[in-house]
T-cell receptor, first 116, second 117 residues
Framework: AQSVTQLDSQVPVFEEAPVELRCNYSSSVSVYLFWYVQYPNQGLQLLLKYLSGSTLVESINGFEAEFNKSQTSFHLRKPSVHISDTAEYFCAVSDSRRVWAQKLVFGQGTRLTINP | DTEVTQTPKHLVMGMTNKKSLKCEQHMGHRAMYWYKQKAKKPPELMFVYSYEKLSINESVPSRFSPECPNSSLLNLHLHALQPEDSALYLC????????????????FGAGSRLTVL
């Protein structure tokens, strides 16, 4: 089984400051890793994913995450945040061996609040 | 079409009512999911259908009854719910095949917010 730990339940930062949201996972098998974002009163949107290849993955809106197998981490970073980045961020993991039906396991979420 | 559409967006029901939540996708995905999300909590998996067959049931009470009538539709029938069942119900879909650019990636709908009185 897999599990995910998001170390910070809330992260307040000022606009244009850098931010890092931490995510660690536990698994006895190889995994795929994801970051999803949830804006207030909305569903989840995929922010970025690591399936294979380069350990540094980037999103179209400036976020990036690096898969670190030795430290079992997949931290999310952005060099300069905007007010519009205020949301709940979920790190998630799935067993890479499963194909037919994914069991996506989520962390508890990190509430990112951007202050002007 | 790259969306998962859920209806209704909001539903209020009494404990003796029977209602249904509906989910639709036209991305050719063959796996469809129901998740339940309580306030300030992560989503929790309820059911997974793969090729219109129930693949995973996470020990969900029988007052929740899923149905997958075809590869594009997923329903969740609700009966005799309790107030603690009030939550955001999220539908998701994914490819269900070996390899492929979108394999293993779930696309979520906006959710149906359920209130049980």
């Amino acid at each position: 089984a897999q599990s995910v730990t998001q170390l910070d339940s809330q992260v307040p930062v000022f606009e244009e400051a850098p931010v890092e949201l931490r995510c660690n996972y536990s698994s006895s098998v190889s995994v795929y890793l994801f970051w999803y974002v949830q804006y207030p009163n909305q569903g989840l949107q995929l922010l970025l994913k690591y399936l294979s290849g380069s350990t540094l993955v980037e999103s179209i809106n400036g976020f990036e995450a690096e898969f670190n197998k030795s430290q079992t981490s997949f931290h999310l970073r952005k060099p300069s945040v905007h007010i519009s980045d205020t949301a709940e961020y979920f790190c998630a993991v799935s067993d890479s061996r499963r194909v037919w039906a994914q069991k996506l396991v989520f962390g508890q979420g990190t509430r990112l609040t951007i202050n002007p | 079409d790259t969306e998962v559409t859920q209806t209704p967006k909001h539903l209020v029901m009494g404990m003796t009512n029977k209602k249904s939540l509906k989910c639709e996708q036209h991305m050719g995905h063959r796996a469809m999911y129901w998740y339940k999300q309580k306030a300030k909590k992560p989503p929790e998996l309820m059911f997974v259908y793969s090729y219109e067959k129930l693949s995973i049931n996470e020990s969900v009470p029988s007052r929740f009854s899923p149905e997958c009538p075809n590869s594009s539709l997923l329903n969740l029938h609700l009966h005799a719910l309790q107030p603690e069942d009030s939550a955001l119900y999220l539908c998701a879909s994914s490819f269900a095949m070996v390899g492929g650019a979108g394999a293993n990636v779930l696309t979520f709908g906006a959710g149906s917010r359920l209130t049980v009185l």
